[in-house]
């Protein structure tokens, strides 16, 4: 016994009334019995033939398939039966519109994980007379041959039974007559149990049974002597297609769900294409984003490492206005004496080195250029292991004399002269100062911050403070190297008797490991000139490289968060481009959705598509958004000549961001789709 219901019935409410759709059904069918269901609309029939299979849940009453309680089994137990067991035609063919029929022939093998599930569509067209339309659309078919691929669809999986809705009900008279033979023929050669659901007498005809029902129950069951039929042409006797039960041979499910979805995408190439519009924004943004972080903060790195391991840096303190602290170097606290005194104070202390700073025109010939202006010591060069490509260092007694020399930088170079001259020994007016250029200096390129450190020009400290910067000279009479030290050999050669104050002390330590004793001598020494007694604060901060590192590491950090948030939020809005349009897509596929399930898909199948449609938007969205990152990278780095630093991390981290932004956004549209009731999406028009 294929069939047995017992006092089966089904309720709908629609707001505050109950529909009795079907009433206390006594039914039973034996295996290869035709039976056809009449009555008029509204009677029940479609009622009783959703619940047969499997679409839709009883009310009240029990319902045994194959000897199995239909009412104790779960989703996916329904959906392996339909699957498997049961196969359904109906009035409206139900084919998917932008499928070729073998491709809707092999569909419901697709959910059952069958092998050669192509091989097998095309034996069961060949089987119904449809082999040479195999890869047409159902647009391309008429009426009587998309039924004919709808019953080799229903047929494929081998069901115990057969279930047609209407099956002629959209077609002429001679086109009816071929889709009943056909239906007849199956059920006596190929001994399918086959139950129609039809209003019209002539269809019934070629039942053996016909149950009539009216206002939801059955009213009559009567046997009756079916139409002869000749044996079909068209569904030839031939060897069986191999079972749906092989399966692990064939091409994955997993494989033919991308398939699937990458389909389903392509019917609407330019809406795909726009979707994944945000997400290649947002990766080729995050990409550029994060190169530029990890590029200065590798810069800021390769600069301190250059500087070297055993280098201190002192800058003035802060000021303290009125309760009010103000910010770091706002003091003007470090004097030409300071540098002196360290240097004879400190025995861990190498060398010292100082500069000023400022900004100015420079002029040679008909060229100028707005550059940076330093007044330095002849130890800042090895102080800062900056190193001389063209001519020579500033020397001591240059720095006495306060003489009209300087170094420029190679960018200085390239605007002032043209191609293939030498500018050492050249003379250039520095702020209308003449000046003889004795050496060029080594470029160094781009700072972390993209700063051209080779856009900048040297002179000796005395001649800045003294002619050409202008720096103001204090008021009171400072300690100055000459009081503190009458007889000592000044580092420098002779005595330079400088008095005015320096921005940067550059202190080298004798060695790394003395970095820390250093930085204890040099507090000390400063402390003391300065006069600086605790608790008070001192005017000035000594620091080593790691320090300096670790401040620069946290600036570069924090610029390159933000650039990345700012480059996810392209990536975010793009996620909610595509959970919009998959909400769009499951409304406007609703009933494709019910097909599927009605043909043997479990809820985990729908969810898996739309899941893997979001996944593909996005992760194809996101490989086009690769390239375009690294491409802007690239062009960054070689127009503005900003340090970037490309990793295979970087490129894996926004890859796997975006396909996490599909799963993300494509998980709620795809769970409502998978969520939908087979027989509510099966009626959504």
Not at 172 to 187: F, G, P, S, V, Y
Not at 259 to 266: G, I, M, Y
Request: hydrophobic letters at 45%; aromatic letters at 4%; charged letters at 20%.
């Amino acid at each position: 016994m294929v069939v047995e219901t017992r006092s089966l019935g089904r309720t709908y409410h629609l707001g505050d009334e109950e529909v009795h759709a079907l009433r206390a059904a006594e039914l039973t069918i034996q295996r290869g019995e035709f039976v056809a269901i009449m009555g008029p609309s509204g009677s029940g029939k479609s009622t009783l033939m959703n619940l047969l299979g499997c679409l839709d849940r009883p009310s009240e009453g029990r319902y045994f398939f194959e000897g199995v309680d239909v009412a104790e089994l779960d989703d996916l137990e329904l959906a392996a039966i339909r699957s498997e067991r049961i196969g359904f035609v109906f009035q409206s063919f139900n084919l998917l519109a932008r499928t070729s029929a073998v491709e809707n022939v092999a569909l419901p093998l697709l959910y059952a994980g069958a092998r050669d599930r192509l091989g097998r569509a095309r034996t069961a067209l060949r089987l119904l007379g449809l082999g040479e339309r195999e890869r047409n659309y159902p647009s391309q078919l008429s009426g009587g041959q998309q039924q004919r691929v709808a019953i080799a669809r229903a047929l494929i999986n081998d069901p115990a039974m057969l279930l047609a809705d209407e099956p002629t009900g959209n077609l002429d008279t001679r086109t009816t007559r071929e889709i009943m033979a056909t239906i007849r023929a199956l059920n006596r050669e190929r001994g399918v149990t086959v139950i129609v659901v039809t209003h019209e007498r002539e269809v019934a005809a070629y039942a053996d049974r016909v149950i009539a029902m009216r206002d939801g129950e059955i009213v009559s069951d009567e046997r009756q002597v079916a139409i002869p039929v000749e044996a079909s042409d068209e569904v030839e006797s031939e060897e069986e297609a191999p079972s749906g039960s092989a399966r692990s041979a064939g091409i994955s499910l997993g494989v033919m769900v991308i398939a699937t979805a990458a389909h389903s995408l392509a019917r609407n190439k330019l809406r795909s294409a726009l979707t994944m519009l945000g997400v290649f924004i947002g990766v080729a943004a995050l990409i550029a984003m994060v190169a530029l972080g990890e590029g200065a903060n590798a810069a800021v790195k390769k600069q301190l490492e250059a500087l070297g391991t055993n280098l201190l840096v002192v800058v003035p303190g802060a000021t303290t206005a009125g309760g009010a602290r103000a910010g770091l170097g706002s003091a003007t606290a470090l004097r030409v004496s300071d540098a002196e005194a360290i240097r004879h104070e400190a025995p861990s202390v190498l060398n010292v080195a100082y500069q000023l700073r400022s900004a100015g025109q420079v002029v040679s010939g008909d060229r100028n250029w707005s550059t940076s202006l330093q007044g330095i010591t002849p130890s800042y060069l090895p102080v800062t292991n900056w190193a001389i490509a063209e001519g020579r260092n500033i020397e001591a007694g240059e720095l006495e004399t306060a003489a009209m020399v300087c170094l420029i930088g190679e960018t200085v170079r390239d605007k002032l002269f043209p191609p293939g001259q030498d500018p050492v020994g050249a003379v250039i007016l520095v702020k209308s100062n003449p000046m003889r250029v004795v050496g060029v200096l080594k470029s160094k390129g781009q700072s972390a911050f993209g700063q051209d450190q080779d856009d900048i020009v040297m002179m000796p400290f005395s001649t800045a403070e003294r002619k050409v910067l202008g720096v103001a000279v204090p008021l009171q009479a400072p300690v100055t190297s000459a009081t503190l030290y009458p007889q000592a050999v000044n580092p420098f050669g002779t005595q330079p008797r400088l008095t005015g104050y320096v921005q940067t002390l550059y202190v080298q330590a004798r060695s790394a490991e003395l970095v820390p004793r250093a930085i204890i001598e040099v507090t000390q020494t400063l402390a003391r000139l300065h006069r600086i007694r605790p608790p008070a604060p001192n005017d000035f901060t000594v620091r080593n490289l790691s320090e300096i590192t670790e401040a620069a590491e946290s600036s570069t950090r924090a610029l390159e968060l933000l650039l990345a948030t700012i480059a996810s939020i392209s990536l975010v809005v793009g996620g909610i481009g595509i959970m919009n349009i998959l909400l769009v897509s499951v409304t406007e596929r609703t009933r494709e959705i019910g097909i599927r399930m009605a043909i043997g898909a479990r809820r985990r199948h729908v969810l898996v598509q739309f899941l893997a449609e979001a996944v593909l938007l996005s992760t194809i969205g996101g490989s086009a958004g690769i390239g375009a990152g690294i491409g802007a990278t690239k062009l960054v780095a070689a127009v503005l000549g900003w340090p970037t630093l490309l990793s295979p991390a970087i490129i894996a981290g926004a890859f796997l961001f975006s396909a996490a932004v599909g799963v993300f956004f494509g998980f709620y549209p795809a769970r409502k789709a998978a969520h939908l009731d087979p027989i509510e999406a099966l009626r959504y028009e």
